[in-house]
């Protein structure tokens, strides 16, 4: 990790929720900053090269377009390697992690209906041999306000 | 296609380019608008309406945090009695350094967990930590949870979904840093 420049960790911080919605958004910035309007679409283009932004734009609400579960399945340790790679082969998977639980391995899948999702989650459950445990969003609590990044 | 922006057809073809991030570019939004044959106005309208929707959480810079430093996230679980699920979630859900607090449903006797929430932090250290101070401040010393740190990443990108698959990039619609579902 890189030192970033104070205009930097500013850009990082401060706008995570709130690009103005004008037609001239980085001037606006710029404005704010205190810098040129290159100054700060050129530091978003290095950020976002080096993958520190993966990009400037909306968070959607989960659900928005198509339907998502998270899922878990319980695997013995020697197999996990081999099952996860099943799972990560489906095309609706994706944030397939190991946790460590008797739950062992999280993943997110997602569809364009609710049958085409049952029927992912089925094959799943089939192609790897293990149950598939179901935990679809009821209700969310989270408001996103951005991440502080505690600069030291 | 009808270029109305009432359009729900519209709207789909805006979030769909959208979510592959804003152009930088002085002009972001009239770049978008050639792309969809509107004006910059309709596109900078239609984006209003769904932030005051709610369908846009936010709108800003979306950092990669696991890239800054941010290498460890819990995935805190709680079984919390239902009658107090939207009390202490919407207490769980308040700080900065929890991304995604959502209620589903138990799977006993196997899962007696109701409420998800993600922690990041610098290290495990810190995620619990951060926990202790949740319990604390939200009350609930009497509640059982657990944190699962998470492990190997077998597999991690934006959602894509399958009528947008003709298009070469992924759409991504959701936090690059955790599981939404």
């Known amino acids: ?152 | 296609m009808d270029m109305r922006v009432d359009n729900p057809a519209f709207e789909k073809s805006l979030i769909d380019v959208i979510s592959q991030g804003l152009p930088l570019t002085g002009r972001p939004y009239a770049v978008i608008a050639r792309q969809l044959c509107c004006s910059e106005n309709q596109v900078l309208e239609v984006l209003q309406r769904l932030v005051q929707r709610g369908d846009i959480k936010r709108f800003g810079v979306v950092v990669r945090h696991r890239k800054l430093g941010y290498r460890a996230n819990g995935m805190v679980v709680w079984n919390i009695p239902d009658e107090q699920v939207s009390e202490l979630g919407s207490c769980i859900g308040q700080y900065d350094f929890v991304t995604l607090c959502y209620q589903r449903p138990r799977r006993l006797p196997a899962w007696p967990y109701n409420l998800f929430s993600m922690v990041h932090g610098h290290d495990r250290t810190e995620v619990i930590k951060q926990v202790d101070m949740i319990v604390e401040q939200c009350g609930l010393q009497n509640i059982e949870y657990n944190i699962l740190f998470s492990g190997r990443c077998f597999k991690q990108r934006g959602a894509h979904y399958a009528e947008f698959r003709k298009k070469t990039e992924p759409v991504s619609i959701q936090h690059e840093m955790a599981a939404n579902g």
Do not use: C
């Open chain 1, 1 to 152: 990790m890189r030192q970033y420049s104070q205009l930097e960790q500013r850009l990082l911080n401060d706008f995570q929720h709130s690009l103005p919605l004008s037609p001239t958004p980085y001037a606006d910035l710029a404005n704010e900053l205190g810098v040129e309007e290159s100054t700060v679409i050129e530091s978003l283009d290095r950020l976002q090269r080096e993958g520190v932004v993966s990009r400037v734009g909306a968070v959607f609400r989960p659900n928005r377009v198509g339907v998502s579960t998270l899922a878990a399945m319980a695997v013995q340790e020697e197999q996990l390697e081999s099952v996860a790679e099943i799972v990560s082969g489906f095309e609706e998977v994706n944030h397939n992690y190991e946790r460590d639980h008797q739950f062992n391995l999280w993943f997110v899948v997602t569809a364009t209906d609710a049958k085409r999702l049952q029927e992912v989650l089925q094959e799943i459950s089939d192609r790897t041999g293990h149950e598939v445990m179901d935990l679809p969003m009821e209700q969310d609590f989270f408001i996103d306000l951005g991440f502080d990044l505690k600069w030291t």
